[in-house]
């Protein structure tokens, strides 16, 4: 799954795996070489390089507008 050009700020995806608080939702906070996730449930933020994010995400849920 090749999605990494389709990510902006505050979109929401949706990780192969859910967060021990039981929410897959997490929203994107930050990008760069590193991108920082915010779980939607506990809001437990977490960053992680740009390559292991594209590899561990599943699908993109809500598409921040401009």
């Given at each position: 799954m090749n999605l990494d050009h389709e990510f902006q700020l505050n979109d929401v995806v949706e990780m192969k795996k859910p967060h021990p608080c039981g929410t897959n939702k997490w929203k994107i906070i930050r990008l760069?070489?590193?991108?920082?996730?915010?779980?939607?449930?506990?809001?437990?933020?977490?960053?992680?390089?740009?390559?292991?994010?594209?590899?561990?995400?599943?699908?993109?849920?809500?598409?921040?507008?401009?």
């Open positions: 760069g070489m590193d991108i920082r996730i915010k779980c939607e449930g506990c809001q437990h933020s977490v960053l992680i390089p740009r390559k292991e994010f594209t590899r561990k995400v599943k699908k993109l849920l809500l598409k921040q507008e401009d």
